[in-house]
């Protein structure tokens, strides 16, 4: 089993930015490629971004690229998302999940094998 903790969401105006991470125990997480995903209300949940094992290779939403970055360090089983220049159809609870095949970037959720519990981003116009 692996357990992820997201956190970092908050409310913030148009144009700002938010850190979210997400903290992963159970497993050896260095082995799984991660992911974001979010769920505006009234919506599907959708894929934000992805990551490979190593951190080497990343997988971006056409929505956010160019806006959002994710990261990851192992060291500290925690995977990120840099949100920059935000914007109100940003509104959503946030969700990481990990993936442990070895395929890196996959967008379908079913793809996921483990998800956190999700964490609120509010953006104000």
């Known amino acids: 089993q692996v357990q992820l903790v997201e956190s970092g969401g908050g409310l913030v105006q148009a144009g700002g930015s938010l850190r979210l991470s997400c903290a992963a125990s159970?497993?050896?997480?260095?082995?799984?490629?991660m992911g974001w995903f979010r769920q505006a209300p009234g919506k599907e949940r959708e894929f934000v971004a992805a990551?490979?094992?190593?951190?080497?290779?990343?997988y971006y939403a056409d929505s956010v690229k160019g806006r959002f970055t994710i990261s990851r360090d192992n060291a500290k089983d925690t995977v990120y998302l840099l949100m920059n220049s935000l914007k109100p159809e940003d509104t959503a609870v946030y969700y990481c999940?990990?993936?442990?095949?070895?395929?890196?970037?996959?967008?379908?959720?079913?793809?996921?094998?483990?998800w956190g519990q999700g964490t609120q981003v509010t953006v104000s116009s």
């Open positions: 159970g497993r050896t997480f260095s082995r799984y490629a």
């Open positions: 999940a990990a993936d442990v095949s070895v395929v890196a970037g996959r967008r379908a959720e079913g793809y996921y094998d483990y």
């Open positions: 990551i490979s094992w190593s951190g080497a290779n990343t």
